[in-house]
């Protein structure tokens, strides 16, 4: 399964795996993708909703220029971007588990609460 940021244009020229899901990411003309298995982000329950959800949250972040190693404002940056945001919408669309839908939503509802969320608070 393939996840972009940017809708069409990738998904159409991407191939789909069925063992793994790839978050993909543009920035301009460049695509950084990342593969995130299947089974690890698509829960079988509620309660593992909100672990795949960190899974692929991580991948996002990843795809959009950031990792666990990186600067921690380098990680509030690409966490507040419109990349982060949209990689992730995306991923969780693809996904297409009523479980992952609600996590995410919830998360969604708490960090425009919380006034977190930067560029994307306003498209949830």
């Known amino acids: 399964m393939i996840i972009s940021n ?9 191939t789909v795996a069925l063992a793994a899901t790839p ?4 920035d301009n003309d460049q695509v950084e993708q990342i593969r995130v298995a299947r089974a690890v982000v698509t829960p079988a329950s509620e309660r593992q909703a909100p672990q795949a959800l960190d899974r692929l949250g991580r991948a ?3 795809a959009c220029g950031a990792s666990s190693f990186s600067v921690r404002d380098h990680q509030i940056a690409v966490r507040n971007s419109a990349c982060f945001h949209d990689t992730l919408a995306q991923a969780v669309a693809q996904v297409n588990s009523p479980y992952l839908n609600d996590a995410y939503s919830r998360r969604a509802t708490v960090e425009v609460a919380q006034g977190e969320g930067g560029a994307a608070t306003h498209a949830r």
């Open 6 to 14: 940017k809708l069409l244009g990738l998904a159409a020229a991407a």
């Open 23 to 26: 978050v993909l990411a543009a």
């Open 60 to 62: 996002a972040m990843e």
